[in-house]
């Protein structure tokens, strides 16, 4: 008796003491994202495609014509261009959710002295507390760029749980000819599904 008594004492230790799994993401069973509206002068109708990934943890964005450029014959309001996504995301009851990290691509053309400026800023429908980042390029440059907002854990703005409140996600680009009078540029068009801004969801339960 007592030999089985401690044979069971062993084999509740090992149980106790294995080493644990690794964590699994905690993410919804489904996502569906809707693009409700897209309004902007970066993303004219029929330039701008949203898809989720099939791990459900994050969705891209690919621009067909998004470009901003100052200096030579350019048009005085070419030197800005923005995008305004309002993106309805469909998901289980008993999350909720927020956007942990974008990355950015594109191509930039920079004289000397000219400069380029990125912006993101993300907020949901009908709530004031919104997060921006803003990230610069310096001539000469004619090259790809790239930039990433990330999110400390604590900056992250959540959906409320148990309301339905569309994200609002808007970019822009910016650029300043500086003392050059030749054409400088950025874009963050693609025609490499490759290349696009990807979104990357923080889930978590309510």
Known sequence: ???????????????????????????????????????????????????????????????????????????????????????????????????????????????????????GTYYFQGMSQSASRIHSFYGPKNDNWQATDRAQVWEIVYAPCGQVRHLNINTELRVNAGSSKAVSFMTMDSTDSSVSTKYQFSWKRC
Do not use: W
């Open 1 to 119: 008796m007592l030999k089985m008594v401690a044979a069971a004492a062993l084999v509740l230790t090992a149980v106790l003491t294995a080493p644990a799994a690794q964590a699994v993401p905690d993410v919804p069973d489904y996502v569906r994202i809707d693009v409700v509206t897209v309004n902007g002068s970066g993303c004219r109708a029929g330039t701008a495609a949203v898809a989720p990934a099939d791990d459900r943890t994050a969705f891209t964005v690919t621009y067909s014509d998004y470009l901003a450029q100052a200096g030579q014959s350019s048009s005085p309001t070419d030197f800005r261009k923005n995008c305004q996504l309002n993106i309805r995301v469909t998901y289980p009851q008993g999350f909720t959710y927020g956007i942990a990290q974008a990355d950015y691509r594109g191509f930039a053309h920079l004289e000397a002295d000219a400069t380029g400026m990125e912006k």
